[in-house]
């Protein structure tokens, strides 16, 4: 009888266990569509937090975290918002993602808002998104482009740019980021010769070049997508000679594109969210022990993200939507231990012991009161065919 009991204790020990240890988390980025060439090493760095705070043994007592990815396309809100439903109806509790500001939006409204999930973007810039009511549920590790649209203006005309003829992609990010930055070059005395929307998907942009040619510029502001329309301007004024010189947007930087293009881009310019701080260092090392190349836009980023939500969990000490919701705000900021990459089992500790955690991670996380980074960005030049970091501003 004795054995039978123990027996039973043990089962019902053991489903208790598995239990608990199953904390279902979401991934939602474009896996296909215009940025699929840098989306795997976010979710990588996203899921290399979740799997560092699992194999800390010290999340909620030894809990674990299985991710769930779903594509979020970059540029289908139908199909986002598909794919976010399939993961909210899995029972994830909270959301690393999206990525493009159209997608994101229209999944935060339509989906995560509503059911009461959060959702940490890493790379959602626009502007609009600021104000999105989202009853304290959006947040995103990424600053908005109402900076980072002064800063790529800041570096134009650091550059001696004197004229500038801009396209953007036909989207909220494009139209968003396209506004500030005409405003803030032209702020600068820089003449800008037109503005124009390309649409994604084409198989020829000879059409659109030609108008900016006409229109003339030292050089173009590309603002769009690295595997669509961007890399399509790009490859059509190469073509016709119209220009040589590329100012290119957060969507555009990445090692896709001067694998195509190589040195002819050798006097372009941009910038990215990012950081050459202490955290960009220990990230960079982290990130290669666990084989992720973290050069591209974002994947700090990412990882903050997921930190951000494991490190919430734990400071309420329960893997539940709510909680995430009530703690993100009280562990990205001061008061408490600075934390870095690959130092999440030690915050995990901290909070456990009831310590406050100030997560600085890979980009010097710091959150305004609406729950979106300050950020700072990387001005990128390219040399030799490649894209090389000039310095952090």
């Keep these: 009888m004795k054995k039978l009991i123990l027996a039973a204790f043990l089962f019902v020990s053991t489903m208790s266990t598995n239990t608990l240890a199953d904390i279902k988390m979401g991934i939602i980025l474009g896996f296909t569509g215009p940025i699929e060439s840098l989306t795997p090493a976010m979710a990588a760095s996203a899921e290399l937090a979740f799997n560092e705070a699992s194999d800390s043994g010290k999340l909620l007592g030894g809990q674990k975290i299985s991710v769930e990815r779903a594509d979020s396309t970059c540029v289908d809100s139908a199909a986002a918002t598909t794919a976010a439903e ?14 493009c500001s159209g997608v994101t939006g229209a999944i935060a409204t339509n989906v995560a808002v509503p059911n009461g999930v959060v959702m940490i973007s890493p790379s959602a810039t626009s502007p609009g998104l600021t104000d999105l009511n989202d009853n304290g549920y959006f947040f995103r590790t990424a600053p908005s482009d109402a900076r980072g649209g002064q ?16 396209t953007y992609t036909n989207n909220d990010y494009g139209k968003g980021l396209a506004d500030v930055y005409k405003a803030a070059v032209e702020a600068h005395g820089i003449k800008v010769t037109t503005v124009a929307a390309h649409e994604d998907g084409k198989a020829d942009y000879s059409a659109e070049v ?8 030292d050089a173009v502001a590309v603002i769009g997508y690295i595997d669509q329309g961007g ?13 040589d010189k590329f100012i290119l947007s957060d969507g555009m930087i990445g090692d896709s594109l001067t694998d195509n293009f190589g040195k002819a881009l050798n006097k372009s310019f941009g ?5 050459t701080g202490k955290g960009a260092g220990v990230f960079a090392d982290v990130a290669k022990a666990g084989g992720i190349d973290s050069s591209g836009p974002y994947t700090g980023e990412s990882y903050d993200a997921a930190a951000l939500i494991t490190l919430a969990m734990q400071a ?10 009530q703690n993100v705000m009280a562990v990205a900021n001061a008061p408490g231990k600075k934390i870095y990459p690959g130092e999440l089992g030690k915050a995990l500790d901290l909070l456990a012991k009831g310590k406050a955690v100030n997560y600085e991670g890979a980009t010097g996380v710091e959150m305004t009161d609406v729950g979106e980074a300050f950020g700072s960005f990387l001005e990128k030049e390219i040399k030799g065919g490649k894209f090389k970091t000039k310095k952090q501003r």
């Design 231 to 243: 890399k399509g301007i790009i490859q059509a004024s190469l073509d016709s000679g119209a220009f």
């Design 210 to 217: 030609a108008t900016l040619a006409s229109a003339g510029g």
């Design 271 to 275: 910038s990215l969210p990012g950081s």
């Design 316 to 325: 309420g000490g329960k893997a539940d939507r709510a909680t995430i919701q």
């Design 151 to 166: 800063i790529l203006a800041d570096i134009t005309k650091d550059r001696k740019v004197k004229s500038v003829a801009i």
């Design 86 to 99: 399939g993961l909210v109806s899995n029972g994830v509790v909270a959301i690393m993602g999206a990525d």
